[in-house]
């Protein structure tokens, strides 16, 4: 059975540091992984997919990789802003969308 | 291009009582997902639909929680009788199909009291 799990559960950090978001899965057999990010009260949207044969993929300041032989993913987010503070889930996808529990993220000006 | 579409935002009711949830996904979409989300956990999967076929409904409460997507585009959850634990976001997602991005409508936050 897949398990997701993200460490830390929470993170609050001053605006301007670059950060690292981690994410294991127990199950390498997976299709594609993709890191979501969810403001208070809203629905998840989606940051950076990554297919099972891709190592990492980029968009502005956001680097997700992914392992799958050790089962990590990391989102890294460069320069962090206070519009960046959110709650960020990355799911495994193996034939279902299989979510950790998220961390939420506070940038502090 | 309009986004997954869901109503209502919020919904407030008593133990036992009924209700249903509406969600229309992206045109052209042949796939749409259902899944609750609890206060400070990940979403979790509730059913899977393949056009207007299930594909996934291993972890639906069968017993009191129904979905339908008549015609392969809209589709409708309800749960029936509601329990206190039911309480959650209820999220709808829809894809082109297989493991693709999946896009999210904003959800459906329900209380029961």
């Known amino acids: 059975k897949q398990e997701v799990t993200q460490i830390p559960a929470a993170l609050s950090v001053p605006e301007g540091e670059n950060l690292v978001l981690n994410c294991s899965f127990t199950?390498?057999?997976?299709?594609?992984l993709q890191w979501f990010r969810q403001d208070p009260g809203k629905g998840l949207t989606s940051l950076l997919l990554?297919?099972?044969?891709?190592r990492e993929q980029t968009s502005g300041r956001l680097n997700a990789s992914l392992d799958k032989s050790s089962g990590r993913s990391t989102l890294y987010i460069a320069a962090s802003q206070p519009g960046d503070s959110a709650t960020y889930l990355c799911?495994?996808?193996?034939?279902?969308?299989?979510f950790g529990q998220g961390t939420t993220l506070q940038v502090k000006p | 291009e309009a986004g997954v579409a869901q109503s209502p935002r919020y919904k407030i009711i008593e133990k036992r009582q009924s209700v249903a949830f509406w969600c229309n996904p992206i045109s052209g979409h042949a796939t749409l997902y259902w899944y609750q989300q609890i206060l400070g956990q990940g979403p979790k999967l509730l059913i899977q639909f393949q056009n207007n076929g299930v594909v996934d409904d291993s972890q639906l409460p069968k017993d009191r929680f129904s979905a339908e997507r008549l015609k392969g585009v809209d589709s409708t959850l309800k749960i029936q009788p509601a329990k206190l634990e039911d309480s959650a976001v209820y999220l709808c997602?829809?894809?082109?199909?297989?493991?693709?991005?999946?896009?999210f409508g904003p959800g459906t936050r329900l209380t029961v009291l």
């Open positions: 799911a495994v996808i193996g034939g279902k969308l299989i």
């Open positions: 997602a829809s894809t082109l199909g297989g493991p693709d991005t999946q896009y």
């Open positions: 199950d390498s057999a997976i299709y594609n």
């Open positions: 990554i297919q099972s044969s891709q």
